[in-house]
């Protein structure tokens, strides 16, 4: 009898301990989408780096394969043959844009979070419009604008328009996260006798870690792979980014499209790196940047 009991009484814990079929199936079905989407992503990364360390030849011959003879002199004749230059502009490039973007963004997402002033929702309605404007309808305005200002052909011509594209995006995600920062901390910083620019850099700022380095991450990803612009707004070798740099890779009547794979491999490499180690901060900061709006 005893017995009995104590089994009916472990009944109702195995039940409940017990997964459904159905959240089997559903888990099973999002893993299987998930490790989809990931070797479509992956396959093309790992295609381009096994080919940059072959021949152009075997490339051609058998490009599936693995290299028989590893050509990590690619490489070498990759940075050698002018990537070092390309690499070199594209970082002053991304590190001038993110650090503008960053300064110039939290001061205006600190004055929209925490003023009120005549025309505020006229300055919310055009960020808000600035994410939907595409860059490739402003083209010729802004090459005129360009031509006009004397900076065609200069790293500012690259550096200005990233400016003025990625900010709204930017001012609404950091103003997102300081209208989440508690007003009670800002009050008590006044009774203390701090000034709002000191409210600014010693609680917003360092409370804003994560989104600062989310929104870095997003703004040093498009101003790295943007094309269109470095193309058309820079025409000198000296002054070509990473991506338009390596089109020089490409000779109407040869191209040694294992040099040009190498240089690929090696302008993917650092949004990689810097990537895998702010990931954390990465997610944590788009979670918390969307808290209110």
Excluded at 24 to 32: R, Y
Excluded at 238 to 251: E, H, M, P, V, W
Aim: aromatic share 16%.
């Amino acid at each position: 009898m005893e017995s009995s009991i104590e089994m009916n009484s472990k009944t109702p814990m195995a039940v409940k301990t017990r997964r459904p079929i159905g959240s089997w199936l559903a888990t099973g079905f999002v893993s299987l989408v998930l490790l989809t989407f990931f070797l479509v992503i992956a396959y093309p990364l790992f295609w381009m780096v096994i080919n940059s360390l072959k021949t152009t030849e075997a490339m051609f011959t058998n490009s599936w394969a693995l290299p028989t003879e590893w050509m990590f002199s690619n490489y070498v004749q990759a940075w050698n043959q002018g990537v070092s230059k390309y690499f070199l502009n594209s970082v002053i490039v991304t590190s001038v844009t993110v650090v503008f973007t960053l300064l110039f963004s939290a001061f205006a997402a600190y004055g929209l979070s925490r003023f009120d002033f005549r025309g505020k929702f006229v300055v919310l309605a055009l960020l808000s419009g600035g994410i939907m404007f595409s860059p490739q309808v402003s083209l010729i305005p802004l090459y005129k604008l360009v031509q006009i200002l004397g900076i065609h052909d200069t790293l500012w011509a690259l550096i200005l328009p990233y400016l003025g594209f990625r900010m709204p995006l930017i001012i609404l995600l950091i103003r997102s996260f300081f209208l989440s920062v508690p007003k009670e901390f800002e009050e008590a910083a006044y009774l203390e006798g701090c000034s709002s620019f000191g409210i600014f850099c010693r609680i917003y700022l360092p409370l804003s870690l994560p989104i600062l380095f989310t929104s870095g991450i997003l703004t040093a990803y498009w101003a790295w792979n943007e094309f269109l612009f470095a193309i058309i707004f820079v025409d000198s070798d000296a002054n070509k980014t990473i991506t338009s740099g390596l089109l020089a890779f490409r000779d109407a009547m040869y191209t040694d499209w294992s040099v040009l794979m190498s240089g690929l491999v090696i302008s993917a490499l650092p949004l990689i790196i810097v990537f895998i180690l702010m990931q954390k901060s990465f997610i944590r900061g788009l979670a918390e940047g969307g808290v209110k709006g």
